[in-house]
């Protein structure tokens, strides 16, 4: 089919879907043309919003100061460019790696339980602290959030997660003065 806007008498223009077919007669040549032409408008502009709505949530999630993942399992199929920035690891690596291997070894087991939990049907906690370890060893305090989603028509986990390192260092550093002035 042939997609051509075509103008109206008022001025305005449709989008129509055209298909011709050309009919022969018993010697071969040309008998006949049908054409059909239906006003495809509303489906153009569907697309259009759709094309621009799939351009906002990427430029959104490319954009974002926190961490956006999507996984399934144990694997990470999607982590936004934050998250790899962060972690320091490449999409290619993330993607082969299990996505439990980035949590601090203190925080794995009770992070695994609330996805299990969730796996069973049960509410964890929706949002939650742990760590994260960099490919070059060093924690990052993370504030989670986790939602079911479908990814490529199939349920995953979508994760949201902020760095709330220098806040952690801040109330932990502001704990200790408190400390030191109690015991003077």
Request: with cysteine; glycine share 8%; net charge negative.
């Amino acid at each position: 089919p042939l997609i051509v806007e075509q103008p109206c008498r008022d001025g305005s223009t449709v989008w129509t879907e055209v298909v011709v077919e050309i009919i022969e007669d018993e010697a071969g040549a040309l008998s006949q043309i049908l054409g059909v032409s239906r006003d495809i408008s509303e489906r153009r502009r569907a697309e259009e919003y759709l094309r621009e709505s799939e351009d906002k949530y990427r430029t959104l999630v490319e954009n974002s100061h926190d961490l956006v993942f999507i996984y399934r399992g144990d694997r990470c199929l999607f982590a936004n460019r934050r998250a790899l920035d962060l972690t320091g690891y490449t999409e290619d690596e993330a993607g082969r790696m299990s996505i439990w291997d980035v949590l601090h070894a203190e925080d794995r087991e009770r992070v695994i339980g609330y996805g299990t939990r969730r796996a069973c049907g049960e509410m964890p906690p929706g949002t939650f602290t742990a760590r994260i370890v960099d490919r070059h060893g060093d924690a990052h305090w993370m504030e989670f959030a986790m939602s079911p989603v479908n990814f490529l028509g199939q349920p995953a986990m979508l994760g949201l997660a902020r760095d709330i390192t220098d806040r952690v260092r801040t109330e932990d550093e502001r704990l200790e003065m408190e400390r030191r002035f109690q015991h003077m």
